[in-house]
């Protein structure tokens, strides 16, 4: 079931421009996680470095015993097969209608029939709510509908490991609804490991076991849902309720003694509020019981009381 990821000390930069460093986390096989973090904090750059696209300068990335940090292209493009990736621009191929977009990696990685691969990309298509739209350019359709597409084609090689570039970003409430419940589903149903990386507040606070939060080329945080939402740590406050009081300014950083003075203002109006529940998976799709989730949570929540 699912497959864990294990990131250790991971340090990544261009030229002399340091994007993070020394990020650790584990994504626990099967579980749900979400990364939050300012515009330009490095999420897009850590999936990319995740599936092998960008090369690290320190650290490892363990994935079923072997870091991929250090493997060669073929054995990294094996590696990959574990992957279902949709990318922050969903990154379709313009010349492609939508069936061919997201029958690629099923005739690419596979050497499954035609026949095969219509019922699967029919199946994921109806999945995302795009039947009918089969035969259209991404050039031609909304953004929401591209976004869609890319995770439709996310799906079709049933991956062990997901990972989501904003999947929610152009879409509309509703639909935010409807992807968030998608991913509950299918992560009950498939069992896969699942980032998440999202603005979206609301979904971070409904869909997934774990949250991290990367600030400041660093990791601040990364652990079960409920610490993260019950914790007092600034920067995490600030990112969870969406504010401008905190260290977190427009351009990254902030005063320390601004800093101080806004948190001391805000003391009496910002309780700790009360924990959003987690989406549960739609009618007849049982959770499986994640026992090493519940036990880690507990923890969280005796540290926190
Ligand atoms: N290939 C690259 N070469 C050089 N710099 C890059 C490259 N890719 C990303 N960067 C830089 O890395 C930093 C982090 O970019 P990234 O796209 O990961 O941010 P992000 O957290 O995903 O932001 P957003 O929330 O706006 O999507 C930015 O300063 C960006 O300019
Ligand atoms: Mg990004």
Known sequence: MGVEICVEGLTKSFGHQVIWQDVSLTLPAGEVSVMLGPSGTGKSVFLKTLVGLLKPERGSITIQGRDITRLREHDLYEVRKLFGVLFQDGALFGSMNLYDNIAFPLREHTRKSESDIRRIVLEKMDMVGLIGAEGKLPGEISGGMRKRAGLARALVLDPEIILFDEPDSGLDPVRVAYLNQLIVDLNAQIDATFLIVTHDIASARQVPDNIGLLFR?????????????????????????????????????????????????????????????????????????????????????????
């Open 217 to 305: 080329r660093e990791l601040v945080m990364f652990g079960p849902r409920e610490e993260l939402l019950t914790s007092g740590e600034p920067v995490v406050r600030q990112f969870l309720n969406g504010r401008m009081q905190g260290p977190i300014g427009m351009a990254e950083e902030k005063d320390a003694a601004q800093v101080e003075q806004e948190l001391a203002a805000l003391v009496d109006r910002a309780p700790v509020e009360e924990l959003t529940p987690r989406l549960l998976p739609g009618p007849g799709i049982p959770r499986p019981p994640r026992w090493e989730a519940i036990a880690r949570r507990e923890a969280a929540l005796r540290a926190n009381a």
